[in-house]
Nanobody, 125 residues
């Protein structure tokens, strides 16, 4: 059974940076398209970033483009999300997901088969 565990969340001030890490066990990260989503209180889950299962493509939501970077480390079996220039609108629980093989729509959360438990990111103004 594939398990995902996120870490690296916390409380920061506007303008700061954070790096989230998703550790994958029970499977190899290179076998899946991986993504990050977030869910703010009272809102729907929102696509943040994704990396293709071939590792060649990265994709970002409009609200984080230019500030966030997703990367995959096959040797460590992890996926990271580097978040720069954080602002209070980035406050949410961040989830890591592994996309079902063959599913190319990285924005649709229903295409993700496995999820982590989430890590809270809070940005104060």
């Amino acid at each position: 059974q594939v398990q995902l565990v996120e870490s690296g969340g916390g409380l920061v001030q506007a303008g700061d940076s954070l790096r989230l890490t998703c550790a994958v066990s029970g499977g190899t990260v290179s076998s899946y398209g991986m993504g990050w989503f977030r869910q703010a209180s009272g809102k729907e889950r929102e696509f943040v970033a994704a990396v293709g299962w071939t590792g060649g493509g990265t994709y970002y939501g409009d609200s984080v483009k230019g500030r966030f970077t997703i990367s995959r480390d096959n040797a460590k079996n992890t996926v990271a999300l580097q978040m720069n220039s954080l602002n209070p609108e980035d406050t949410a629980v961040y989830y890591c997901g592994a996309r079902r093989p063959g599913y190319t729509d990285y924005v649709d959360s229903s295409n993700y088969e496995y999820w982590g438990q989430g890590t809270q990111v809070t940005v104060s103004s």
